[in-house]
């Protein structure tokens, strides 16, 4: 019976070839996109889990308690680390850390060899709680000594050529301090969200400015990571935390709290103390894309396999008439099923693997086809998923023909087979729609943060880091800048006008019982004027007063939340101790626009600035950057200048958004164009079954453009039947992605209605051409038919 049955599949296939390729197209794109996504998935769900423990390792967060609401940070204070080891049993490593987004790249040398490299400053047990891989050197006192520097195995071979026998071996940071190597780790994976090249201790930092938060309670920075003991609870351990916390400072505002590190990459996104989501909604978001490619792709197997089974009629009543039971059609037909979607698995594995290079650009990760256990377990799920679903109701369907009636080459539609089908087809072109309406909003969205103001002018800043000799001229060196044809201004600043600040709390007379944060943005002078900010009230930073040390600029949405009139000459006390307010800066953002603008101020911190801001002249970038070279290689001839354009930096922000834009523009196409085989498939069925009924309309005169267009209407009355139902549905959905933006475009009517008037015309276009081609037949076929 097994053999028979193949026989009858191979016969079915070679007599209808264009249905068999119209249905392989569709279930290995469906299949191939299932599987690139569960690659990405997978690979977003794995971020941070390849530490030995990283279900025992935790990060210490702290909520700051305003009165208009809490604010999360993902930074406590150093002591933090020692404290809770000396404290609780339940901990059995901590560690604090400058991370690599604030630390940075800085220079390595050995003789007159010279890499750049990111690094990061750690406690001693750093290595004792995170698993990268240690090739030399004893985790238990790798950081012990102030001068030691543990570096990556990358870094080592472009150092020295090798990893053998360099421990002990002596590396020069930044033309300045000495460090000895004593331990040499494999690397940081790709999904790992800690990126470093070395790592240098703590105690190296200890009052080194502006590091000397890593043993201060007078300034938070640090990250605190621990490792708990096996079976601790964290419920019950926290609770201690906090009141520990406390009783560092019984009038701070602050709270403090572990959560497993290795969540924080999917949820990070924390709003009044809340944790509520993070990049998990974006794996949420396709996989549901994946599930929804996939229903299409089954959709069309289903519709072109009962469109089909007029071919198959006398095959059912012979088996039916010779005893063939209704569980034998469906074993039959459902082995089919499966049996296509393992040659959809076959075709779309190679789809999968001429296009990952390019989606893995698109994506920005490094991921591969590699058949282990879990890839396996996927590919398996996903071909009998489809097979099963794709294959259900046609087994349904044809196993369920009376003999008699099938024998005689009759096959009668009930109403509820008949809107079977096209309910099929009008949920495929809903989903469509939906996805369509949302690339339209995600990309007039990204159009709406490139031409947002900033309250300042990002483009053409070109800033780099104050190292080498810079630091100890950077006074000269800024003062020559300025000099140069192709520069309009330059100046410092210790933030990059890109992401997380650090904020504190200030007290003014008037104040009220309120606690409210504030942003702080250390400047030296011409900050204001390089960035092209505007002076709303008073002045900026300038030589010109000598007193401008105490002098603080705020922006309007601090003045406003202080509720201050006339705020110029206000004396304000915080961690500078006394300042005097000389200034009003318009508003500016200096985080993504997924943040509102938070009260904020300038002040002037000459010695704590870490980069240097240049203004170069529009339509001279090549000149201007040569230019900053030259002068720089005077300066620092032995480092390597590296820069970046503040734009880009900008853009950075919303990588999720983009490739989410780029990727929902390529799904949407597949799925519209996997849906139009559905369609296709309906219309042949449809076409067929009313040969006869055409015919006559010919014979009586009917003309080929009016056949054409009864056909038509039928089913672009489906397709808006998908765009009234996708409507709302899409506005939904859409409405509660911008709602993660503080800034954000309004919904038009247009963009939904573009995207069912676009799904309208692709149907349209599919839908025509079966229908001329039915229209134009000769209607002497379809009237010897009985």
Known sequence: MLKHNIVLFLRNIKRNKSSFLINMIGLSTGIACTLLISLWVMDELGVDKFHEKHNRIYQVIEHLNFSDGVQTMIETFGPMAELLTEEFPEVEFAAEAIPPSWFGKHNLSIEKKSIKAVGQIVGKDYFNIFSYGLLSGNKDDLLNDPNSIVISKELALGLFGTTENIIGQVITYEQDKRFMVSGIFEGTPANSTVQFDFALSSLAYKDVPPWTSLHSWNGSGPKVYVQLKEGADIVALNAKVDKLRKSTNPE?????????????YLYGTYENGKQIGGRIQYVKLFSIIALIILVIACINFMNLSTARATKRLKEIGVKKAVGATRRIFIAQFLGESLLMAFIALIISLTIVALFLPQFNLIVGKQ????????????LLSITIFTGLIAGSYPAIYLSGFNAITVLKGKLNQSFGELWTRKGLVIVQFALSIILIASVLVVYMQMQYIQNQNLGYTQDNIVHFNIEGQIKNQKEAFITELKKLPSVQNASSTTHSMVGHNWSVGLDWEGRDQ????FQVVGVDYDFIETMNMDIMDGRGFSKEFGADSLGLVFNETAIRTMNVENPIGKIIRGFFGQGTIIGVVEDFHFKSLHDKVEPLFLTMMPQAVKKIMVRIEAGKEEQAIAEIQQLYKTFNPSLPFEYEFLDKDFQELYNSEQRVATLSKYFAGLAILISCLGLFGLVIFSTERRRKEISIRKVLGQEASQITLMLSSEF??????????AIPIAYMLISNWLSTFSYHISLNLWYFLSAGLIAMLIAMLTVGSQAISAANKNPVGGLREE
């Open 514 to 517: 309120r606690n409210i944060a």
């Open 716 to 725: 672009a009355k489906l397709v808006l039947t998908s765009a009234i139902i």
């Open 367 to 378: 991921l591969s086809l590699i058949f282990d256990f879990n890839l396996v377990l996927i």
């Open 252 to 264: 701070s505002i602050r709270t403090a709290v572990l959560v497993p590190f290795a969540d924080h």
